[in-house]
Structure formats: C-alpha cells, structure tokens
C-alpha cells in the first residue's frame, strides 16, 4: 500500500499507534497526526478519495483536514500547539524526504524542546535518531 510508510513515519513522529490514527477516536494527538499524515500524502500527489479510503473517511474530511494543516504551516504564532505541529511535520518531511540540511543545531533544538515541554524521552528518540542519521555535528 503506497500510505503505509507514511503512516509508520507518523507513528514514529507523533507517537501514536497505527491502529490509533485510523480509529474514529477524535484525540487532539490522533487529529494533528491524521493531519499530517493527509498533508504528506497530499504533497505526494495521493487524491484525497485514495486518503480517505485509507483512513475510513469521507474525502471532505480529507480536504478539512488539508485546509486546517495548511492554515497551522503557514501561521505565525505563539500557540505551542501549532509550533509543536508546524516541527513535528518538518521532522516528518525529513524521515521520509531526508533531512533538507546536513546538521542539527542541538543547542536550538534543546531550547525547542524545553519551550515545548518535550518529554525527555521523546527528546532523546529523536536525539538518538538524529545520531544515527550523521546529522548531529
């Protein structure tokens, strides 16, 4: 299926199980990474009645879900919900596109993740991936 790599990468992004986030449950966390993973597929040319079958949804679902991830990237704001989002989906673009520079700041992404109150354990997964991937310098 050309959506389960998307769906593991957003398993693995925004810490939700697969079965989770093609549930009807309705969770902020299940919402974001639904969105996203709609947002992604979409930015890969997949229609969003192929999403929607995907997901169990209605294709006006898919396209709300679109707009709203739209609006939340292109937003300036202090919302830490909506920065949380807007560098969850940059992490998720670069496990599946590859990281679009060569490192990582780890002095801004600390300070990132303590302004998001990242969970330490979430802080050191994404640390120990981005290790593994050479992009710490």
């Given amino acids: 299926r050309k959506l389960d790599p998307i769906l593991a990468a957003v398993q693995e992004v925004f810490y939700v199980s697969a079965p989770a986030i093609v549930s009807s449950a309705r969770y902020v966390e299940l919402v974001e990474a639904r969105m996203a993973l709609v947002a992604y597929a979409r930015s890969q040319n997949v229609t969003v009645q192929q999403i929607g079958a995907y997901l169990g949804r ?80």
């Fill in 58 to 137: 209605d294709h006006s679902t898919i396209c709300n879900a679109y707009q709203k991830h739209q609006s939340w990237i292109s937003a300036k704001t202090d919302d830490l919900r909506q920065r949380d989002y807007q560098e969850r989906y940059a992490v998720l673009c670069d496990v599946l596109d590859g990281p679009k520079t060569q490192s990582v700041d780890l002095r801004a992404f600390c300070a990132s993740a303590r302004r998001l109150n990242m969970h330490p354990l979430h802080f050191s997964l994404i640390k120990t991936c981005a290790e593994e991937r050479g992009l710490l310098p």
